[in-house]
């Protein structure tokens, strides 16, 4: 591979075309790096973030990709090597955030081995080997952060979330032993675990009940629910050199959400 020409940092953010995917993409823009985001069904909410960043004088492409679909990865990274050639003349990223991914719970005795699988192959099989399939691309002292939930930890454990807190404690896992298997190059691996954010997650749960938002924000300590910047900040710290001395670890960030 031939050597980077560009000193600008560029980072993947999957599932940016909402939420705290777009949250996270406008701060690592803001920081001042260059911006690959991904989206799956929606390329109009893709198309809205990669403008954002635009107005406020970023840089940003969007691309498609369907996080479940572990096949398509290849094809992905030769998309992605493409557009850092043709928009940064560059041949690396230096970040990646696994933040792809849906929510909503199935109550236990409804669970089903297919709804399992969907869970399974989003949030826990489709991080890790994207991981695996753009680890060529990331620069060495690179960084990943891997989105989690507070659901992994004690005080969110609410029915019916069993198969996404179960997918959601693998990723956690994997991030710690990631984070040791890619020391050597100075790859630095964290998970970030949100609390209750404002986004589309659920089917966009939270604008069609918006009854459940008062509860949850009771039962955090600042009072409120989180908005995608709150959680999109920690993760441009994640992915910058400012957080150059942390590795391995699972980030709350929740406003103090079931303390
Ligand atoms: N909001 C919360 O309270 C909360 C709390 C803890 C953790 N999280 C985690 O935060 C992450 C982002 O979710 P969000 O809350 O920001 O929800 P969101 O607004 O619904 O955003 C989800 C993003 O993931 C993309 N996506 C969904 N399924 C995908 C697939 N199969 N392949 C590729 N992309 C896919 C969506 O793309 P399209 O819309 O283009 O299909 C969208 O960009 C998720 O991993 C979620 O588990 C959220």
Do not use: C
Request: without cysteine; negative net charge.
């Amino acid at each position: 591979m031939s050597e980077q020409t560009t000193e600008q940092k560029i980072v993947v953010v999957t599932g940016a075309s909402s939420g705290i995917g777009r949250g996270a993409a406008i701060e690592i823009a803001a920081r001042g790096m260059g911006v690959v985001i991904t989206y799956n069904s929606r390329p109009e909410g893709a198309e809205e973030t990669v403008e954002e960043i635009r107005r406020n004088g970023g840089s940003a492409v969007a691309l498609p990709l369907d996080i479940g679909r572990s096949e398509t990865f290849g094809g992905f990274a030769d998309a992605l090597a493409g557009v850092l050639r043709s928009e940064w003349n560059a041949d690396r990223i230096h970040g990646l955030v696994n933040n792809a991914g849906f929510g909503g719970g199935l109550a236990f005795e409804d669970m089903t081995e297919s709804a399992f699988d969907d869970y399974y192959r989003v949030l826990l099989r489709g991080p890790y080997f994207l991981t695996q399939a753009l680890l060529p691309l990331v620069e060495d002292g690179g960084a990943i952060v891997n989105v989690a939930s507070s659901a992994v930890g004690p005080g969110d454990t609410e029915p019916g979330y069993s198969g996404y807190a179960a997918m959601k404690g693998g990723l956690v896992v994997a991030s710690r032993f990631l984070a040791k298997e890619l020391s050597g190059r100075g790859i630095r691996v964290n998970s970030i675990a949100p609390g209750p954010t404002r986004t589309r997650l659920g089917d966009n749960g939270f604008e069609r009940y918006p009854e459940v938002i008062a509860p949850l924000a009771a039962k955090t300590a600042f009072g409120r629910i989180g908005e995608p910047a709150d959680i999109g900040k920690v993760i441009s710290f994640l992915v910058s050199d400012d957080s150059a001395w942390i590795t391995g670890q699972d980030i709350q960030a929740s406003g103090g959400y079931a303390l």
